[in-house]
């Protein structure tokens, strides 16, 4: 709904047809009510008094407040109604506005909004489940103010302009419009408070825990009840959704329940055998290598893998990938041949079987 900005005589509280006297008593009896020395100097009294100051000045200068009458009447006519029947049409149709708004009620509570919120789930955590912790920043009820807005609610004056009802009554079709002078709130806010300005509500900030459930997917909507804005008026607060993006692993890679994980071994691990450090969904592990392994073998760990839909977990398999040194310096090369005329023609486990069918294939062309 649009703010009206009153007329000097809605800020003074007074009939158009006001003499002098009667405006400048009125005057003198808001001073006392909105004077900034009596709040401390807020800007908000200090506001509120300068536009009735300036009413004032406007309607105790002859010049000016004709020129204020002639506008006035050009916008709202009917706050010029002289006689009787004129000011009967005006009561019958500010009674049947009010009629149809219904009698002025407290305001309704009203639910908070809802908060979506784009959340990086990680890898492990959306696979086997468990809780994340997500901030959020929206708008709550005031504390400091408990909501009223006002460091002292009980010093604020009823708006004399709307007559408390946040609401003025204006043109030929009596529409309603906020009033201007009390933001619509019914009473005027001498001092506001320091928290949250006048508005009775103010940002924070805060974590939110948020279930994620097992094989969670990429783009589920988690629901946490109650976790949004607070609601208005004792209205109940609304929901986090929390809108789920799935972050990729680095190391581990889903292949249908099994988690796989490409493992480099340097020739010496391969042929020795040790442990080395792995990564798995639960953190780092140690992992032990049995002497020998070769490229392309898969080192299984069973029931470490993604949870099944009917209960378990499939495994963890590490697939051996020999790595082959970056340095080709003469040291690598002599070290290179010396181990191969140390293991022999015979000694290798896959090369001799490889060259070997093919040249039965050579031989069968």
């Known amino acids: ?3 009206h900005r009153p007329d000097a005589y809605r800020l003074l509280g007074v009939s158009p047809r006001a003499h002098a006297e009667t405006i400048r008593e009125r005057y003198l009896a808001l001073s006392r009510i909105y004077h900034p020395d009596r709040a ?3 800007t908000s009294a200090t506001e509120a008094f300068q536009q009735i100051s300036g009413a004032y000045k406007t309607l105790s200068d002859a010049a000016e407040r004709e020129k204020h009458d002639r506008e006035l009447g050009m916008r709202d006519p009917l706050r010029f109604a002289e006689d009787t029947a004129a000011e009967r049409a005006v ?3 500010d009674q ?8 002025r009620r407290l305001p309704a509570a009203k639910t908070g909004r809802d908060l979506r919120v784009k959340v990086a789930v990680p890898f492990a955590r959306a696979l086997l489940g468990g809780e994340l912790p997500v901030s959020v920043e929206y708008e709550s009820h005031c504390d400091r103010c408990d909501g009223s807005g006002s460091e002292r609610a009980s010093d604020d004056p009823s708006c004399h302009v709307c007559d ?5 009554r204006v043109g030929l079709r009596r529409e309603s419009r906020q009033c201007a002078f009390c933001a619509g ?3 005027v806010i001498l001092r506001p408070c320091l928290d949250c300005g006048g508005e009775g509500r103010r940002k924070v900030q805060r974590t939110v825990q948020v279930a994620v459930p097992v094989r969670c997917r990429d783009g589920a909507l988690l629901r946490v009840r109650g976790a949004g804005e607070h609601g208005q008026h004792g209205g109940k607060p609304g929901d986090l959704v929390a809108d789920v993006r799935l ?3 680095p190391l581990l890679t889903l292949d249908g329940d099994d988690i796989v994980c490409a493992l480099p071994l340097s020739l010496a691990e391969a042929v020795l055998g040790g442990s080395v450090d792995v990564p798995s969904l639960e953190g780092i592990e140690r992992l032990r290598i049995p002497a020998p392994v070769s490229s392309g073998q898969e080192l299984r760990v069973p029931g470490r893998g993604a949870p099944r839909g009917k209960g378990g977990r499939g495994d963890l398999r590490y697939r051996v990938e020999i790595d082959v040194p970056a340095a080709t310096g003469s ?6 041949l010396a181990l191969e005329d140390a293991v022999g023609a015979e000694g290798w486990r896959r090369r001799g079987a490889f060259r070997a069918a093919v040249a039965r294939r050579r031989e069968e062309r």
């Open 247 to 249: 972050g990729a692993d």
């Open 331 to 336: 040291q690598v090369r002599a070290a290179v």
């Open 164 to 168: 408390g009802h946040g609401q003025l």
């Open 185 to 187: 709130r019914g009473r």
């Open 40 to 42: 401390g100097g807020s």
């Open 96 to 103: 049947a506005a009010s009629n149809l708004r219904g009698r």
């Open 1 to 3: 709904m649009r703010l």
């Open 91 to 93: 009561h019958v149709l």
